[in-house]
């Protein structure tokens, strides 16, 4: 059996103040630096990579890209390059809205993007030596739901009896003396605990994985993925003038609270993970449909245009899906990739492409029966928010989030979206 071996690189991703942030105006200053890190694995027959990037998301073509020039880099072929986005809402605009995909933004930003992400996967590979593998698992009370249904629909609200991924997992690399070389946190919250469009920030991963890196004298690096937070958000409320609990905003010192929060749990169950030599290393990937609920009538568009209209607002989904109707081209559903990185028998990373509602992650981790299950959601080309069947179910005629209007799909994804990724993850890992 061959030793594993492993090797991570970082590369900094700060943009210049000015370039376009989050919410589409141009930042006006940096309160964290933002970072691509990439952890290079290789069995001897099968190399892969995972990256870790503070953004929002990335689109498809962006991702294609840089598996590209990865696979040009360093002979890691493209399918086995894993793309996680930490999800910071106070980072770049990395996608804009075109027709039924998403592309980049700010096209100079994410050129420089593609080129970094893929130099620290190239560093990483440089960087390869014997490893020695293990993970752990912890628990973090930090993350609540968003959602209350009603009987008149969902209600955006905190709810503490909602699903919610409490999990926090980690993935240790040790070289062959034991010194700890770079470690993996998986958990799934929403990053968004500050109010953003104005400063760039890696909001609480990013000081999650500086505190812990801090904590080991800045000789390990810490990778985070966001896991199936599509419907959670960090647990950290306000009082309305009514009672009522709501979220609360604020700047980088509460990004910094949370983070160090989490970190204290990523740094105890660090230290009681036992790593050993992993010789087994697999790949895989599909692509799969996410069905959409039924299109649209062409009437109901028509009445929404004509209110736009009349308000003076954007009517730009008005058009667009009103032209695709009466064309008859309009799209039912959504192509997006699974994948999975299997590390020995006891650890899977599974890359979700969207925003993961809690619910799904939580019967993902049941069915697969793995000791140690990484989700890892708004991963590589990004296709929106994944609901789960019940969620669907329960919002009945008034979805709870209008997202497709961003990306110009005529409608929400459906409750199949459920059972097609829990089927696909089976499939992949050879699950009857």
Same mark, same amino acid.
């Given at each position: ?8 690189? #970082?590369?900094? *991703? ?12 141009? $930042?006006?200053? %940096? !309160?964290? /630096? ?10 001897? =027959? ?25 696979? /040009? +880099? ?7 390059? +894993? ?5 910071? =809402? ?26 970094? +992400? ?14 020695? *593998? ?13 959602? *209350? $249904? ?32 770079? !470690?993996? %946190? ?33 000789? *390990?690096?810490?990778? @985070? ?18 009672? $009522? ?31 050993? /030599? %992993? ?10 449909? @996410? ?17 736009? #209209? ?9 058009? #667009?899906?009103?032209? $695709?109707?009466? !064309?008859?081209?309009? &799209? ?16 899977i990373l599974a890359a979700i492409p969207g925003e993961l509602f809690a619910e799904v992650g939580l019967k993902m981790k049941e069915q697969t029966a793995c000791k140690h299950l990484f989700i890892v959601g708004y991963a590589n080309g990004y296709v929106g928010y994944l609901p789960s069947a019940a969620s669907c179910r329960e919002d009945g005629d008034t979805p709870r989030y209008d997202w ?5 799909? &005529?409608?929400?994804?459906? /409750?199949?979206?459920? &059972?097609?990724?829990?089927?696909? %993850? ?7």
């Amino acid at each position: 059996m061959n030793n594993l071996k492993a090797g991570v690189a #970082r590369a900094n *991703i700060t943009p210049p103040v000015g370039t376009i942030a989050n919410g589409g105006k141009p $930042s006006i200053g %940096v !309160a964290t /630096e933002l970072y691509a890190k990439a952890l290079v694995l290789d069995d001897g =027959h099968t190399k892969a990579a995972l990256v870790t990037v503070d953004v929002i998301l990335l689109g498809k073509r962006v991702v294609a890209e840089t598996r590209t020039r990865i696979e /040009e +880099m360093t002979g890691i072929p493209g399918t086995h390059v +894993m793309f996680g986005a930490s999800h910071t =809402h106070s980072g770049v605009a990395t996608t804009m809205r075109d027709r039924w995909s998403v592309v980049e933004h700010d096209k100079s930003y994410v050129d420089q993007l593609v080129a970094k +992400m893929a130099g620290a996967v190239a560093e990483a590979n440089l960087d390869r030596s014997d490893a020695r *593998i293990g993970a752990g698992e912890g628990y973090a009370d930090a993350a609540i739901n968003r959602w *209350i $249904s009603t009987p008149q629909g969902a209600k955006w609200a905190p709810n503490p009896e909602a699903p919610v991924y409490t999990s926090l997992s980690v993935l240790r690399v040790d070289d062959a003396e034991g010194r700890h070389v770079a !470690a993996l %946190v998986n958990y799934a919250a929403h990053a968004s605990v500050m109010h953003w469009g104005q400063f760039f920030a890696a909001d609480y991963p990013g000081f999650l994985q500086s505190v812990v890196e801090k904590v080991y004298d800045d000789e *390990i690096t810490v990778l @985070f993925a966001n896991g199936a937070s599509g419907d959670t958000k960090i647990k950290w409320l306000r009082k309305k003038e009514d009672g $009522s609990d709501d979220f609360a905003y604020g700047g980088a010192e509460d990004a910094r609270r949370w983070g160090t929060v989490l970190a204290g749990e990523a740094i105890k169950t660090l230290e009681q993970i036992r790593t050993e /030599e %992993v010789g087994d290393l697999r790949v895989a990937s599909k692509e799969i449909e @996410f069905p959409m609920l039924p299109l649209p009538t062409i009437e109901d568009v028509e009445a929404e245009l004509k209110a736009k #209209r009349a308000k003076g607002e954007d009517a730009t989904w008005e058009e #667009r899906t009103l032209a $695709s109707l009466r !064309a008859g081209n309009a &799209p039912t559903s959504i192509m997006g990739e699974i994948q999975i990185i299997r590390i020995g028998p006891d650890i899977i990373l599974a890359a979700i492409p969207g925003e993961l509602f809690a619910e799904v992650g939580l019967k993902m981790k049941e069915q697969t029966a793995c000791k140690h299950l990484f989700i890892v959601g708004y991963a590589n080309g990004y296709v929106g928010y994944l609901p789960s069947a019940a969620s669907c179910r329960e919002d009945g005629d008034t979805p709870r989030y209008d997202w497709h209007k961003f990306f110009w799909y &005529p409608a929400n994804f459906s /409750e199949e979206v459920e &059972p097609n990724i829990l089927q696909a %993850v089976r499939e992949l890992l050879g699950i009857a």
